[in-house]
């Protein structure tokens, strides 16, 4: 490799974005991977991922209808916290407006499981 002028790349280190060893409740798992609904506005998932900008890395939340498998809320931050996840649910609600016995889905991390959320 030395003599032909190569070098390895060196791989980004994971980053793990979900805290599920915390001391917060956790609910139940009502979906129990059933993800084949017939209805919209009737359960939706949430998740959290990272992504790079010109400005740095910024986190971002979104809420799917699992129905449409559309975005219906969505949040940035350059801070992983509790609020980015309840700005992205409150713009789904305001955007969708739902009936009762909305089901929410979420991983167990700290975001999700807190009591504010």
């Not at 790349?9 to 991977?33: M, Y």
């Amino acid at each position: 490799m030395k003599l032909a002028g190569v070098a390895a790349k060196q791989g980004k280190r994971f980053k793990a974005t979900t805290d599920s060893k915390h001391t917060f409740p956790v609910a139940l798992n009502l979906l129990n991977s059933k993800f084949s609904i017939t209805t919209p506005n009737c359960v939706w998932a949430g998740d959290i991922t990272y992504i790079w900008t010109s400005e740095g890395w910024l986190y971002l939340a979104v809420v799917l209808d699992l129905h449409s498998r559309r975005v219906v809320g969505w949040s940035m931050n350059k801070r992983i916290s509790r609020q980015l996840v309840i700005d992205a649910f409150i713009t789904a609600l305001w955007r969708r407006k739902p009936p009762r016995g909305l089901i929410f889905q979420s991983d167990r991390g700290s975001q999700y499981c807190s009591h504010d959320f």
